[in-house]
């Protein structure tokens, strides 16, 4: 009994540090676990977006999401079915120095300008955004913001008039605004701030018209100025007549009875006025100067400008003239090359079918020529390589053939009456003139040994041997129908 305590003792403590590994074991996942789900619990910072893409459920209209959007807010991330990044809130300055755009004017101006874009924090062009720009670098952002914003401008630039856009800047930077920010929400992007430094124009007309309106704002002022000094110096003249004229009546009255004071008076009065008269008319020749000198700086700045417009208009249309000139020209060029090409092809493609023709009816004669020789030789071998019983045997192969030949050649002639005239006489071999003739007639078919002759061949002797002919005996005289 005593010695089982023992091994009580030891199963309970093997027991004890079993349990201690398990807890241990346990508390180890446990805390795994909790760190694990603190570590894919992100928080989203004020100036970025946070996108979560894979397996992030239906959108409230029930269809399928791409990824989720989430500003300033925190989201747990689920391992292995879904991952996150961040879009940058930053805004970016694009510098956009537009070159030789085309108004409706048919003018190309220049419109530098600064546009100042970032990513918009709004719930569906957020969602655009996701889909269009994550992963992309700023540089590559700015890029295609660039690129629409070109694109923009040139089409607002081509709608509006120069004066228009060199006046009324407030028209042309909203008109720019509203189309711009459309096409930048179609990628998640927002216009933050446009300004427009300066509008030019490669033919001065932006530059005429400021001329021309600083020469009429100078001659507006001259002919004000000009008007305020005239009514000043006639108001003058008026309040002096009118003292001059109270002070002679008082003089009047006090010496009525005295007619050298009033002669006196009315001589002053005459030469008073003749004196006004001769400053009212200094007056008026130096106003009537001024005006002509105002309107002949206008008529001149206006001469300047339409000068400036004559210029334009000629050198728009040389530019018209000689563009079109040019592409008539390089169209033609390019049709002339065209067709030859088209010649050389065609006569190309001409000669290689006459060569692989020939080539074809070379060979098909090679060929046959081939196979007669083979066959020659074959029949040769046969002949015990003599090459007369080889033309023997070909000849009597053949002979039927060469017979028939013969017949045929007189086979087809149409005779329907033949008249012989013989007067009984005999020839030197004992035949009549009958007989002479009918021989004749069959001599007329070329023999076997003439054919052999002129195929340069020589007739076998067991065929018969040619005889020299006997001469011509005189006939007598026939009459054929």
Not at 328 to 345: C, G, N, P, S, T
Not at 370 to 380: D, L, S
Request: some cysteine.
């Amino acid at each position: 009994m005593f010695n089982s305590l023992p091994l009580l003792a030891t199963s309970v403590t093997n027991g004890s540090a079993m349990v201690l590994i398990l807890v241990c074991v346990i508390a180890l996942l446990l805390f795994t676990t909790v760190c694990v789900i603190l570590s894919r619990y992100k928080r989203c910072p004020s100036d970025k977006i946070l996108v979560i893409y894979g397996k992030v459920g239906s959108g409230a209209d029930g269809t399928s999401r791409s990824a989720k959007c989430i500003h300033g807010g925190a989201a747990f991330i689920w391992p292995i079915v879904q991952a996150y990044e961040f879009l940058d809130l930053t805004p970016m300055s694009l510098s956009v120095d537009l070159r030789n755009a085309l108004s409706r004017q048919n003018i190309r101006v220049d419109v530098p300008s600064r546009f100042t874009v970032g990513i918009s924090t709004e719930v569906g062009v957020m969602q655009n955004a996701a889909e269009r720009l994550l992963g992309m670098k700023l540089d590559e952002i700015k890029q295609i913001a660039e690129d629409i914003i070109f694109g923009q401008m040139r089409l607002i630039i081509a709608t509006m008039d120069i004066e228009e856009i060199n006046t009324d800047r407030d028209k042309f930077l909203d008109a720019v605004s509203s189309n711009v920010e459309t096409e930048l929400k179609k990628i998640g992007l927002r216009l933050i701030n446009v300004n427009v430094t300066d509008i030019t124009d490669e033919s001065g007309y932006i530059m005429a018209l400021g001329k021309e309106a600083s020469a009429k704002a100078i001659n507006d002022a001259k002919i004000s100025v000009a008007e305020a000094d005239r009514v000043g110096a006639i108001g003058s003249a008026e309040a002096e007549r009118e003292m001059r004229i109270n002070v002679s009546k008082s003089n009047s009255e006090a010496i009525k009875g005295e007619n050298e004071a009033k002669v006196q008076v009315a001589e002053s009065n005459a030469t008073l006025r003749e004196r006004e008269a001769e400053a009212q008319k200094r007056a008026t020749a130096a106003e009537n100067i001024q005006a002509a000198k105002a309107m002949e700086e206008s008529y001149e700045a206006q001469k300047a400008a339409e000068q400036a417009r004559a210029s334009f208009e000629q050198a728009k249309m040389e530019a018209d003239i000689i563009v079109k000139a040019q592409i008539e020209k390089q169209k033609l060029e390019l049709q002339a090359e065209a067709e030859a090409e088209q010649i050389r092809r065609r006569a190309k493609g001409e000669a290689d079918a006459i060569l692989l023709k020939m080539q074809a009816e070379a060979d098909g004669v090679r060929q046959m020529l081939t196979k007669q020789a083979e066959g020659f030789a074959e029949i040769v071998k046969s002949a015990g390589g003599d090459s007369d019983d080889a033309i023997r045997l070909m000849i009597a192969d053949k002979m039927e053939e060469l017979v028939k030949i013969q017949v045929q050649a007189i086979q087809d002639l149409k005779i329907d009456k033949i008249t012989v005239w013989d007067n009984g006489s005999t020839s030197a071999d004992g035949k009549n003139a009958t007989a002479n003739f009918v021989s004749g007639l069959m001599k007329s078919i070329p023999p076997m040994n003439e054919l052999f002759d002129m195929a340069g061949m020589q007739l076998p002797k067991y065929l018969g041997e040619a005889k020299d002919a006997p001469a011509a005996d005189a006939q007598a005289p026939t009459d054929a129908q």
